[in-house]
């Protein structure tokens, strides 16, 4: 229990201040206690939901994180908590609607308090976008990991084994990625297919971008090395987790909407799940719980297919947040049984 509390009591005390905020917030603007429970419930709730979408999050900043530099590394978990919390959470809902809307960020801002209605109606109808957006880079995300020739560990045996023998092929995850994108934009309006396909592109463009910035960084840094330089860089992994947590932020950010569409209390609860994410990735990497579970990646990186195609087929059809929730939890679950079974077998190992 106290190693448990190491790793998540700076969450606990972050959630216990959100909730008085939450609770302080509800009784100035409303003057009720049932109104101030409600907002309470919604806040709890809203945190749980960003929890149960994120923990394969939580599994691949893991996998990023542990082949960082500790300098990094900490610079990942201070800096880029801020940009997860009041950058995803808070700036970016707002930015949505200033864009969509024409407005200054003072107008938006002042929407988001004024006139919650309007403001939920302006960044849900940019569902569309951000679908094809995050839907694309997270697909890749998940794609490019058993697209992988070198990967001999298979969970999932006939799909990856089977995914790994034509993996030698270039651009093989794209192709597929390509082929999903166009095949839902048939589906769409005009309108809605330009913007869909533009969003899905640069989704993918941005992919490609900070991946070969990561790998000019790493050559940079072999070359160094090579020389006998001390290499302290992790940029190119820094910015990939900062665009990795995005794109899971998008699905949360709509989902709130679902619950409410007062910006105060999505923030709140959104924050809170995300900085118990963030615990979570401290625990994964100090306690080296990868290692010790041989599957939970692959469980983590099946969430994410399913979580980048679930967003790119929204752009149609409206998915409930509560399926990809629990689909998301089922390969975590059923890979981590599975990694104790083996660990059971093979003690050895």
Request: with cysteine.
């Amino acid at each position: 229990m106290q190693t448990l509390l190491r790793y998540y009591s700076f969450s606990l005390g972050f959630t216990a201040l959100c909730f008085v905020l939450a609770g302080w917030y509800g009784w100035a603007s409303t003057g009720s206690v049932s109104a101030t429970l409600s907002i309470l419930w919604i806040v709890f709730v809203l945190s749980i939901l960003e929890v149960s979408l994120s923990f394969d999050n939580a599994v691949v900043n893991a996998t990023v994180l542990r082949e960082m530099d500790p300098v990094w590394q900490q610079r990942f978990l201070t800096i880029g908590i801020l940009i997860a919390v009041f950058g995803m959470r808070i700036v970016f809902p707002i930015a949505i609607v200033a864009i969509a809307a024409g407005l200054g960020p003072l107008e938006a801002i002042d929407l988001s308090l004024n006139d919650p209605v309007r403001y939920e109606r302006i960044v849900s109808g940019a569902h569309i976008g951000i679908a094809g957006f995050g839907g694309s880079f997270l697909a890749m995300v998940g794609l490019t990991f058993f697209f992988d020739e070198e990967k001999d560990v298979h969970w999932i045996s006939v799909i990856e084994r089977a995914i790994s023998k034509v993996s030698s092929i270039p651009a093989v995850e794209i192709g597929l990625v390509l082929a999903l994108i166009y095949g839902i934009s048939t589906t769409l309006n005009a309108a809605d297919q330009t913007t869909f396909l533009t969003a899905a592109i640069l989704g993918l463009i941005t992919f490609i971008g900070v991946n070969a910035l990561g790998a000019m960084i790493e050559q940079r840094e072999a070359r160094k090395k090579a020389a006998g330089e001390i290499v302290r860089s992790g940029l190119g992994g820094f910015l990939y987790l900062e665009v990795l947590d995005a794109s899971f932020s998008f699905d949360g950010v709509i989902g709130a909407f679902a619950l409410s569409n007062n910006m105060i209390i999505i923030a709140l609860g959104l924050s809170v799940g995300a900085m118990f994410v963030r615990s979570m990735t401290i625990h994964l990497v100090r306690a080296g719980t990868l290692s010790q579970y041989r599957y939970l990646e692959h469980g983590a990186f099946w969430a994410i297919i399913a979580l980048g195609g679930i967003m790119l087929v929204s752009a149609r059809w409206h998915i409930p947040e509560t399926i990809t929730g629990l689909i998301g939890a089922m390969m975590i679950g059923l890979s981590l049984w599975w990694s104790l079974r083996y660990n059971k077998r093979n003690p050895e190992g």
